[in-house]
């Protein structure tokens, strides 16, 4: 099957779409936009090409290819004070945990799949108190990729968050309803016809305990599964041989039982280069909608990230099982991303 061409000024047109926006979380509304800005907040736009090496449990090569991605965030604006909106997250990938499309050297034949992989009407109508409707993302607290869901993900259903920290124990909580599926649909608007489906259902709360340790736990059913989760984030003085420590666990108390943790930690070592590590250790049967960069069982990663430019960023991730008695798609990987931020760009222009 032939390369498809991309034409230029659709690309120029798809990148500029990109935003999403948040109603201040405590204190009082957020100021007005800048009235170039009246209607449209871009808050993120960025095109990420990667070269990745996967190696299965195996020893068997399945994947060595370069791949790229476009990412695109904008929030249409009803009013001056962004309490009433259209979010729409658009990009490239064909799957709920896979935003990237092969450029063509190496396995996979080049493709080019964009899609509006999230869309939903968020309101404010009293200070604190948000609810959303549609194809929405899916919410992971102080948890990460590892063990909730991949980055990529999306749900269709409704969503209602309470930020009141100064009359509620927690700073945040909120509940989501709706279907997690069509794995392989990742267009929203194929998948609107699932607001009528429920099979996915969440409340998380979040609270800074202290001014360095930030909180979350989370009860979620899927499928009729259900699974608590709770995460920490601690974050360290200057001093410290490390910037930051989180820690994430699982436990799942329907079906084929089981847990699991992560353990990670930060450090930036100068003002342009930063190093992060730890150790996954995910049950065999938790599913394969987590990271595709960990997936199940256990693992060993590092990350080392270089600021080449203000707008582009360089970043090396390898990780390897250790000691997994079960088959994992997985057990070497190795990453190399190359990120332009687009939004900074334009900000540095003074273009937005």
Same mark, same amino acid.
Request: aromatic letters at 12%; proline letters at 5%.
């Given at each position: ?11 120029? @047109? ?24 009246? !209607?449209?907040? !871009? ?24 791949? !790229? ?14 309490? #009433? ?26 493709? !080019?799949?964009?899609?509006? $992989? ?8 009293? #200070?604190?108190?948000? *609810? ?6 899916? %919410? ?21 968050? &309470?930020?009141?920290?100064?009359? %509620? *124990? ?12 069509? @794995? ?7 998948? /609107? ?19 360095? &340790? ?38 799942? @108390? ?6 699991? *943790?992560? @353990?990670?930690?930060?450090? =930036? ?5 930063? &190093? ?8 065999? #049967? ?13 693992? %060993? /990663?590092?990350?080392?990230? #270089? =600021? ?8 090396? *991730? ?14 070497? $990987? ?8 687009? &939004? ?9």
């Amino acid at each position: 099957m032939p390369e498809r061409r991309i034409p230029v000024s659709f690309l120029v @047109l798809f990148v500029s779409l990109a935003s999403t926006a948040a109603f201040a979380q405590g204190g009082s509304a957020p100021p007005p936009a800048p009235r170039a800005h009246r !209607w449209l907040d !871009w808050q993120a736009g960025t095109i990420d090409a990667r070269y990745r090496v996967i190696e299965n449990s195996r020893n068997v090569t399945t994947a060595n290819q370069m791949q !790229w991605r476009e990412t695109a965030r904008l929030g249409f604006l009803f009013d001056r004070q962004h309490r #009433y909106s259209i979010q729409v997250l658009a990009g490239t990938g064909r799957t709920f945990n896979g935003s990237w499309d092969p450029l063509g050297p190496g396995t996979g034949e080049g493709s !080019w799949d964009p899609n509006v $992989r999230q869309l939903y009407f968020s309101a404010t109508p009293v #200070y604190g108190a948000t *609810f959303e409707v549609g194809g929405v993302g899916l %919410l992971r607290g102080e948890a990460t990729e590892m063990t909730t869901w991949d980055n990529d993900g999306f749900v269709t259903g409704e969503r209602a968050t &309470l930020r009141r920290p100064r009359e %509620l *124990f927690v700073d945040e909580i909120s509940v989501t309803a709706g279907f997690l599926g069509d @794995l392989t649909t990742p267009n929203v608007f194929r998948r /609107f016809d699932r607001l009528d489906d429920h099979n996915y259902t969440q409340v998380l709360a979040a609270k800074r305990i202290a001014p360095r &340790l930030d909180a979350s736990a989370d009860w979620t059913s899927f499928d009729g599964v259900s699974t608590i989760r709770e995460a920490v984030r601690i974050t360290t003085k200057s001093r410290a041989p490390i910037d930051a420590v989180r820690v994430e666990l699982y436990q799942r @108390l329907q079906g084929t039982r089981g847990n699991g *943790f992560a @353990l990670s930690a930060e450090r =930036a070592l100068t003002g342009a280069v930063a &190093l992060a590590g730890g150790y996954a250790d995910i049950d065999e #049967y938790y599913g394969p909608l987590n990271a595709d960069r960990v997936g199940i069982g256990r693992h %060993l /990663f590092t990350e080392v990230r #270089y =600021a080449v430019l203000p707008t582009l960023t360089v970043s090396a *991730f390898y990780g390897v099982a250790v000691e997994t008695p079960f088959t994992i798609p997985n057990r070497q $990987r190795f990453d190399l991303v190359a990120s332009w931020n687009l &939004l900074k760009a334009a900000q540095r222009a003074r273009r937005w």
